[in-house]
C-alpha cells in the first residue's frame, strides 16, 4: 500500500520561500511519478508539478514556473517543492499524489491514486 506524508506548510509573507515534503512509503521508484497539487478555498483542486522518481523529468503549471522546484531524494523516498517568491495566491492545502505510472506525461489529478493528508501553505500580503 502506498503512503503519502506531507510536511513542512506554515504561514509565509509574500515575496517569501517555503518548502513541503512529501514522505513516501510502499512504491517501487522505477514506477512512479509524485505529483503536487492544491486546493484553495472555494477553489477546484489544481495540478502544480509533477517527477518522474525513475529519471526525474518535472512538469511545472504555468502559474508556478520559475518559481517552484520539484525534487526527489530517492534515497530517503522524499519529494520536495521548493517554493519561492511566494504570493497571496498560492494559499492553499497542498496535497502529494502519487501515481503508478513512471512519467508525468498528461499530468491529470485524474491519474493519481494515492494521495497524503494534505498540508496548509497561507502567503500573507
Known amino acids: 500500500e502506498v503512503q503519502l506524508v506531507e510536511s513542512g506548510g506554515g504561514l509565509v509573507q509574500a515575496g517569501g520561500s517555503l518548502r513541503v515534503s512529501c514522505a513516501a512509503s510502499g512504491l517501487s521508484v522505477d514506477d512512479y511519478a509524485i505529483g503536487w497539487f492544491r486546493q484553495a478555498p472555494g477553489k477546484e483542486r489544481e495540478g502544480v508539478s509533477c517527477?518522474?522518481?525513475?529519471?526525474?523529468?518535472?512538469f511545472y503549471a504555468d502559474s508556478v514556473k520559475g518559481r517552484f522546484t520539484i525534487s526527489t531524494d530517492n534515497a530517503k523516498n522524499t519529494v520536495y517543492l521548493q517554493m519561492n517568491n511566494l504570493k497571496p495566491e498560492d494559499t492553499a492545502v497542498y496535497y502529494c499524489?502519487?501515481?503508478?505510472?513512471?512519467?508525468?506525461?498528461?499530468?491529470?489529478?485524474?491519474?493519481?491514486?494515492?494521495w497524503g493528508q494534505g498540508t496548509q501553505v497561507t502567503v500573507s500580503s
Open positions: 499524489a502519487a501515481r503508478g505510472f513512471s512519467h508525468c506525461a498528461g499530468f491529470r489529478e485524474s491519474y493519481f491514486g494515492s
Open positions: 517527477i518522474s522518481l525513475s529519471d526525474g523529468s518535472t
